[in-house]
């Protein structure tokens, strides 16, 4: 559980414009979760990393890089507000800090409707 962790804050803390205070860990479902302002909006675990945000942007994210839909188990249902990030995706700095923006203002707005920043 402490390398999901970890991998979360290493993520997070990569990004400038996350405010630290904001941010807390929980354990869920044999994975990590952070969250900003007691909302979730990130998961680690041996899925890999999955992040919450609107429909326009998880589709973006599948259609144009390769993310996948995502499930805590294999057998659950798909999570319809969640991408699960690939290597690739992870490892693109720039493309990280809009995904990581896009899914913050997303659940502090609490809107669906709020446009894509990808």
């Given at each position: 559980m402490e390398t999901y962790k970890t991998a979360l804050k290493t993520l997070l803390n990569s990004n400038n414009?996350?405010?630290?205070?904001?941010?807390?860990?929980?354990?869920?479902?044999?994975?990590?979760?952070?969250?900003?302002?007691?909302?979730i909006f990130?998961?680690?675990?041996?899925?890999?990393?999955?992040?919450?945000?609107?429909?326009?942007?998880?589709?973006?994210?599948?259609?144009?890089?390769?993310?996948?839909?995502?499930?805590?188990?294999?057998k659950g249902h798909i999570k319809q507000d969640y991408a699960l990030l690939t290597n690739d995706i992870l490892s693109n700095n720039k493309l990280m800090k809009k995904i990581i923006e896009d899914s913050i203002l997303f659940v502090k707005e609490n809107s669906k409707e709020r446009p894509s920043l990808l």
């Open positions: 414009n996350i405010n630290p205070e904001e941010l807390s860990y929980k354990s869920v479902f044999g994975a990590i979760a952070g969250y900003v302002q007691n909302k990130i998961s680690s675990g041996k899925f890999g990393i999955a992040i919450k945000v609107t429909p326009e942007t998880r589709n973006n994210l599948i259609e144009k890089y390769g993310a996948k839909p995502f499930k805590y188990f294999p």
